[in-house]
């Protein structure tokens, strides 16, 4: 059973030309200490990877929170 490779040579050769044109730069977690490739013109200082503060779930507990009080009307109503 043969791998695929996980960078293909022309993405690998776009991301060193890239680099050589400085539009690309490592920028190095604060919280884990990892590098990452980021766009050359973000800011890097207090720079932490998405591993180490994931988004949250947008909207996902105000979703609950309707759902409870909706559930709630609807038993009030029909009692």
């Given at each position: 059973s043969?791998?695929?490779?996980?960078l293909s040579l022309t993405r690998a050769w776009t991301?060193?030309?890239f680099f050589d044109a400085d539009l690309l730069q490592l920028s190095t977690c604060t919280c884990c200490g990892g590098r990452f490739v980021g766009h050359a013109h973000d800011p890097v200082q207090g720079?932490?990877?998405?591993?180490c503060?994931?988004?949250s779930?947008?909207?996902?507990?105000?979703?609950?929170a309707t759902r409870k009080a909706v559930s709630r009307t609807r038993?009030?109503?029909s009692a």
């Open positions: 043969a791998m695929e490779p996980v991301l060193v030309r720079y932490v990877c998405g591993l503060n994931m988004p779930r947008a909207g996902s507990s105000r979703k609950k038993v009030a109503v």
